[in-house]
């Protein structure tokens, strides 16, 4: 069986449901790069312009999580666990102003996970 | 590592306990009424209440700047040069204070925000004073008597948005062009440091006219997200991750304006054979290059964070450069003689770990480090990563992905054309280092790494006059040098006929 390529602990579920209570529908687009960077951001769906070069990685309770096609080449023997930490960055993330920010960990796979991946 | 130990009742806050917004020339109150605690990451401690705006204050800033543009921009080079210049005496004045702003917003060491950050700060607006002053704009003669004259003019009112990893500095770097090019600005510091920039419009408030500089603190997506989407600004500056930087580049379109981006890199720093032919003072500086790492906690968008041996010489250099890490002085930095000190935030110091965590799963060896810094005292609610060195190969995420934490990530190479693949396998393209003393080789390196800034035989200079940007997922502009002039103006022809005959078309 194909593993998820996303998951999400408890914290992170609470703060994606306190989010969906003040915003609506939301998504994830993991970003790369510094300040910010290497952190999932969260938007509401349709803020954020999709194109050809992202690649869904899964979701997280109906809430889509996407990487940029050159971050997945070196994510993808890896799984996306969506926690939280505290802070208040994010930039146009709607975790900003929290409490809490979302934080990406990671799992690496297992070798029968990635034949079920076909890596 | 090693820890320097100070109590801090020595160090007194250099800030105020409350900053408004920086807007018309005057400090107002957030049109809510709200402000945000501001926490300093060496004790996480609070220092301050700063101005939690949104959009309305975004809306009064932008009144201030166009009501101030059109003057602003009729100015001549002369006089906003000077004012600049002016700018520059006043910073260098006050030195002290805004480094010693700087160290407690940031939680970098003194040492560094009084020898690099606040004079490379300064000597910007100088730079960008003079080349206000030395530039031309052009003539094209056409015909005999058809001319077309080219004039630079000020693109009108700029959106910056600053990131918190060098909060001043990268302040003085977006706003010394915009201003030189005669624009008025609203800028947006960092949420994480927000509060030295307001020491900063504070000691130069009279300088400038009214709504020429405003600076409106508050979070990203309440602040600068209405910045960034308002149709009243004519080019939007931003420096920090890829995602964002795509929405920065999305609201633009919207408004069919310009954008400089800066998006960070993961930038390799290769050692080749020769570099240990002798022990002497280059080699001394060589190692030295490999442990640049750990400038600035690593929270550099250029951090040397891939670093690549000949393996010839891998065990030679990395027990030197080993014993270099492991001799950084680790400590409060706010106190002398201590090289590093806390990570921007909680969150980051998290992010930084993690990626601990997944180097590890990946089978990266740790041969020094990795793992938080525990410092002792008040020190211990703050931020502190051990300057960490891992050992691994390209393909693992740690080599991929930028940390921005003190972690650098080794591997060797056996030649160079092994050296030259592993330094373009990246997604970015900011900064490479290169060392070695055969200038042959330096040359074909520095020309065949695709990164807009390659260091040959040295590391982390940014001097004003040489020009920074990036390759591929890296940005787009070149910031510290007269071409970002161009990306703050417009070019004006006006084509000119001195034929008093007509054509004889109609």
Not at chain 2, 343 to 358: C, F, G, H, N, V
């Amino acid at each position: 069986m194909k593993p998820d390529r996303v998951t999400a602990t408890p914290a992170a579920l609470d703060l994606l449901a306190a989010i969906r209570a003040d915003h609506g529908p939301v998504m994830f687009h993991q970003s790369g790069g510094c300040c910010d960077g290497s952190a999932p951001m969260c938007y509401a769906v349709g803020e954020f312009k999709l194109g050809t070069q992202d690649i869904l990685l899964g979701d997280v309770e109906g809430a889509e999580v996407y990487i940029s096609a050159p971050q997945f080449e070196v994510w993808k023997h890896s799984q996306l666990v969506l926690d939280v930490t505290k802070g208040r960055g994010g930039m146009f993330s709607l975790d900003s102003g929290r409490a809490l920010r979302f934080l990406s960990r990671a799992k690496l796979f297992t070798p029968d996970d990635l034949r079920a991946l076909g890596l | 590592m090693n820890v320097m130990s100070e109590t801090s009742a020595k160090f007194a806050s250099p800030f105020k306990t409350r900053y408004d917004n920086f807007i018309g020339g005057q400090f107002v109150a957030p049109v809510n009424g709200r402000y945000f605690e501001n926490t300093t990451p060496i004790t996480g401690m609070k220092i301050n209440d700063i101005a939690r705006s949104d959009a309305a204050d975004i809306e009064l800033a932008l009144d201030a700047a166009h009501k101030a543009k059109d003057a602003w921009g009729r100015t001549s080079p002369t006089e906003r040069s000077n004012m600049l210049l002016k700018i520059a005496d006043v910073m260098e004045a006050n030195l002290d204070l805004l480094a010693t702003c700087e160290t407690w917003d940031n939680g970098k060491a003194i040492r560094e925000t009084m020898a690099a950050d606040l004079p490379l700060a300064v000597d910007h607006f100088r730079y960008y004073a003079g080349c206000l002053r030395a530039q031309e704009g052009t003539m094209s003669e056409i015909d005999a008597d058809t001319v077309a004259y080219h004039f630079h003019e000020p693109l009108g009112v700029v959106g910056q948005i600053i990131p918190w990893n060098f909060p001043l500095l990268m302040a003085c770097w977006k706003l010394a062009p915009a201003l030189a090019a005669g624009n008025c600005v609203v800028l947006k510091p960092a949420e994480q440091t927000p509060a030295a920039v307001m020491v900063f419009a504070e000691l130069i408030a009279d300088i400038l006219p009214a709504g020429v500089l405003n600076v409106v603190n508050g979070f990203g997506l309440e602040a600068g997200k209405p910045l960034a989407q308002s149709p009243r600004i004519a080019k939007i500056a931003f420096t920090g991750e890829t995602s964002t930087g795509r929405l920065i580049m999305q609201y633009a379109t919207e408004n069919l304006i310009p954008v400089t981006l800066e998006l960070g890199g993961k930038s390799p720093n290769i050692f080749f054979k020769d570099v240990c032919r002798e022990d002497d003072a280059y080699f001394d500086k060589a190692v030295e290059g490999f442990v640049m790492f750990a400038l600035n906690q690593g929270e550099v968008c250029t951090c040397p964070s891939r670093a690549l041996i000949q393996e010839d010489i891998y065990d030679e250099f990395m027990e030197r450069a080993i014993k270099r890490t492991e001799a950084i002085v680790m400590g409060d930095p706010r106190a002398q003689g201590v090289m590093m000190g806390a990570q921007a935030s909680q969150e980051q110091r998290d992010k930084i770990l993690s990626y601990m965590d997944i180097g590890r799963q990946e089978g990266a060896e740790v041969l020094t480090g990795g793992a938080a810094a525990k410092l002792g005292g008040e020190l211990d609610s703050g931020y502190y990563i051990q300057p960490t060195i891992l050992k691994g190969h390209n393909k693992m995420r740690v080599f991929q992905e930028e940390i921005f934490g003190p972690v650098v990530s080794v591997t060797t190479f056996k030649d160079e054309a092994d050296a030259m693949e592993i330094a373009n396998d990246t997604m970015f393209g900011l900064g490479a280092g290169v060392w070695s003393r055969d200038a042959n080789t330096c040359f074909r390196f520095g020309r065949g790494i695709q990164a807009g800034r390659v260091w040959i035989n040295n590391y982390h200079a940014y001097p004003a006059h040489a020009a920074f940007g990036g390759y591929k997922q890296s940005g787009i502009g070149r910031e510290t040098h007269k071409m970002m002039l161009d990306h703050y103006q417009q070019t004006k022809n006006m084509l000119v006929s001195y034929n008093p005959n007509k054509l004889g078309f109609f």
